[in-house]
């Protein structure tokens, strides 16, 4: 889009030129706004946990409550930690629960997720673990 207007004694035409910047500035927040929400839903698998092996792991079909427990027996829900309080809560109204605890995590801090999750009225718990068979 251009502007004409009369300028100086001579009246010469000055041309003056104005870009559009309204539709890239939309176009960039939505852009913007992409980006965050797809490293939200990936930060769930950034974090550190080494999954055990089992023979027969197998990948779970649908979605699921995505619980994490690092190696040092941290509880985390979308990548902060919660209490086993925070843990029901959330929990509240879902029908099943993943379970993603690192090999080397304690078993009673995974009970007590487990635990958390019944008291919460999760029917269904899954434990992740990565394909392969393991010696005993």
């Known amino acids: 889009m251009s502007l004409r207007r009369r300028h100086g004694p001579s009246n010469a035409l000055l041309f003056l030129t104005v870009l559009p910047i309204a539709p890239l500035v939309d176009i960039s927040l939505v852009l913007v706004v992409f980006l965050i929400a797809v490293m939200q839903a990936d930060a769930q698998r950034a974090l550190p946990v080494a999954l055990p092996k089992a023979g027969t792991a197998a990948a779970t079909v649908g979605a699921s409550f995505a ?7 941290v509880v985390r829900v979308d990548g902060r930690s919660v209490t086993p309080a925070e843990l ?10 993943t379970i993603r605890a690192d090999a080397k995590v304690d078993h009673g801090t995974v009970v007590g997720v487990v635990d958390a999750l019944r008291k919460a009225g999760v029917d269904k718990i899954f434990y992740a673990a990565t394909p392969g068979v393991v010696e005993w």
Request: charged content about 25%; hydrophobic content about 35%.
């Open 67 to 73: 619980v994490s427990i690092d190696r040092s027996g």
């Open 88 to 97: 029901s809560a959330s929990a509240k109204g879902r029908a099943q629960a």
